[in-house]
């Protein structure tokens, strides 16, 4: 069980909790419970790297911990 931040910059950060065999379309179901967001509307990246929702936290080697930008399509 890991814990990612996710900060959008604008005032919502969310703490997830999730698992790293969890894809991003997992963990963006969990940020849109606990931000109030449409799913497929949460775009996250790191840097300029964007996450695409087919593959799991640990092929990006998302770890306990790590922050994540959250933006809004």
């Known amino acids: 069980m890991i814990e990612v931040v996710c900060n959008d910059r604008l005032g919502k950060?969310?703490?997830i909790k999730c698992n790293t065999d969890d894809t991003i379309r997992d963990l963006k179901k969990?940020?849109?419970a606990q931000t109030g967001t449409r799913w497929?509307?949460?775009v996250l990246k790191k840097?300029?790297?964007i996450f695409?929702?087919?593959m799991s936290?640990?092929?990006y080697e998302i770890h306990y911990g790590m922050n994540l930008e959250?933006?809004?399509q």
């Open 13 to 15: 950060k969310a703490r």
């Open 30 to 32: 969990l940020i849109a």
């Open 40 to 42: 497929n509307k949460i």
């Open 47 to 49: 840097w300029y790297t």
């Open 52 to 54: 695409k929702d087919h």
């Open 57 to 59: 936290l640990g092929d």
């Open 70 to 72: 959250l933006y809004y």
